[in-house]
Each structure stands twice: as structure tokens, then as C-alpha cells.
């Protein structure tokens, strides 16, 4: 939905998100989910049971995440990852969701390659980062629209980073981020074939994000673990990092 009236042309909607089947209203529907694009902000999501207020919105240019990418020096995330003094290796990100963790991890200098297989928070994604091409991080960080599980098992060098949904509550009063990713993916798989996946790559490290008291994913004991208050990265170490794994294997692939 474009409330200001078709600002945003259909030909440059279908270009920008080629993946989606867009269905162009002036209005906010009575039910249901619903995207809404305006000059100023970009594209968000947005729900009539919710209320016109609340919305899911990706902004790594103001506000709490733009801090983030900015503080970041010695987060728990980085280390996890196998950052340390010039070492930046090169991370398959295969479940970007909102871009949280890539974005900071390409600001400290990683090069990243992110997989999100929903179609409409890929769709928010990309307008964030288009959004953001400005920033120098945004060269190192490279999104596709796909499902990561076919490629992980060939990555051939870096880092595999995986944070998938959590089946349980992270906290009593999850954000409102959260909540919509809740609504737009009730049944999300549990990542274990992610792990198991990413286990058979030539990768130096996999690493997974869970919430605090979660079990392991898929029941595979990590051999280390960064615990933080909330979260806790498992870390399934493969061989060493090295140089080469610091490398953006990825490019001029196609
Ligand atoms: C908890 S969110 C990730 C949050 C992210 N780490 C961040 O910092 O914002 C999980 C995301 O992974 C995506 N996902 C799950 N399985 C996937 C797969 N096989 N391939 C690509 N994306 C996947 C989901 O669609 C969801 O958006």
C-alpha cells in the first residue's frame, strides 16, 4: 500500500522486489497483513489486527540499530565469529531475518553473504539495505532471496553463521520485531537440517545463536560456548582460521 498514491511506480516495486506478487491498494485493508511504502521511511509491515501503529520496519540508518552498528567493538557476536585483532573472516549468514547480527558484523569489516528465504522480510531487507548503500559496511554485505539449506554444504572457506527461529520465547515480553516475525512464521523449522548442513562444509567454523537455557540445535553438543544474558553463541569449530578464510569467496560467482 502506498498511502500517498503510487509514489513508489509498480515498475520499481516489481524491480526492487522481484520475488513478490504485489497487489496495489490506496487503503489499508480491514484484515490482515499488509505492506505499506512511503518516500521517507520505505517499505513496512504492517497489520490490521495490530493496530496502524505498530509495524515491522528495518532501519540500520536511525534508531536503536543504527547505534548498534555504530557501538559495536567487542560484542560477544564478533568473538563468537572468530573476529580478533586484523582476522575479519568471511561469513554465510544463512538466516539474515532483519539483519540484526550481518549488519554489525559487516561494519566491523567482515565480508558477508546473507541467505532469507521469507519473501516479505527478504522484501524489508533489501529496502533497508538499499536504504543504507551509502554506508561503507553495506559493500561488505551482499542479501539473496533463498533458502539457504542447498548451499551451506558447499561453502568452501570462512565462517557459517546460523540464528534460527526460536521455538520459545527469548523473553516474558517479546519486541514488536519479534512478534511479526512470530505472526509471519508459525511453524519455522527448527534449523537443525541448517546445522547439519553447514557441519559438512569446508567452512573453519559453524556457529549458532540460541536463547540462554535452549538446548543445542539439533540435540549436537557445541565444543565451546560464549554465554551472554540472553543469548549464548554455540561454536562447532572445524579446523583453524586462517588468512584465506577472511576471503569473499563469493565473488564473481554467479
Ligand atoms: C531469528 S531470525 C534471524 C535474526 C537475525 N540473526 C538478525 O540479526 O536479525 C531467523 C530468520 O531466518 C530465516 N530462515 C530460516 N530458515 C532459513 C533458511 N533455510 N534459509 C534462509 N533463511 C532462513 C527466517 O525466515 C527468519 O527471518
Known amino acids: 500500500m502506498d498511502p500517498s498514491g503510487q ?19 490506496t487503503k489499508a485493508p480491514a484484515q490482515g ?4 511504502w512511503e518516500p521517507a521511511q520505505g517499505l513496512a509491515l504492517k497489520s490490521s489486527e495490530v493496530g496502524p501503529r ?14 548498534r552498528i555504530k557501538a559495536v567493538s567487542g560484542e560477544l557476536l564478533t568473538r563468537a565469529l572468530g573476529c580478533q585483532q586484523r582476522l575479519r573472516p568471511a561469513i554465510v549468514d544463512g538466516t539474515f531475518g532483519l539483519g540484526h547480527d550481518s549488519t554489525v558484523l559487516a561494519n566491523v569489516g567482515c565480508h558477508v553473504l546473507a541467505f532469507e528465504s521469507h519473501p516479505v522480510v527478504a522484501a524489508l531487507a533489501a529496502d533497508a539495505l538499499q536504504r543504507s548503500r551509502e554506508s561503507t559496511w553495506a ?12 548451499v551451506l554444504s558447499e561453502v568452501p572457506a570462512g565462517v557459517i553463521y546460523l540464528d534460527p527461529m526460536f521455538q520459545e520465547a ?18 519455522a523449522p527448527s534449523g537443525d537440517a ?5 557441519l559438512q562444509s569446508k567452512a573453519a567454523r559453524v556457529v549458532v545463536k540460541r ?41 564473481g560467482l554467479h
Do not use: N
Open 139 to 150: 559493500e561488505r554485505l551482499t542479501l539473496v532471496h533463498a533458502d539457504a539449506q542447498t
Open 33 to 36: 497483513h499488509y505492506l505499506e
Open 54 to 67: 505498530s509495524r515491522l520496519h528495518i532501519d540500520y540508518q536511525h534508531g536503536p540499530q543504527a547505534r
Open 211 to 251: 536463547s540462554a537455557k535452549a538446548p543445542p540445535l539439533a540435540g549436537r553438543a557445541p565444543a565451546s560456548t560464549l554465554q551472554g544474558k540472553a543469548v549464548r553463541f554455540d561454536l562447532y569449530p572445524l579446523r583453524k582460521l586462517q588468512a584465506d578464510d577472511c576471503e569473499p569467496w563469493w565473488q
Open 194 to 198: 541448517l546445522l547439519a548442513a553447514a
Open 7 to 25: 509514489v513508489l511506480s509498480r515498475a520499481q516495486a516489481e524491480q526492487a522486489w522481484p520475488w513478490m506478487s504485489l497487489e496495489w491498494q
Open 170 to 187: 527469548r523473553r516474558a515480553a517479546p519486541s514488536i520485531e519479534m512478534q511479526f516475525l512470530h505472526q509471519l512464521m508459525p511453524d
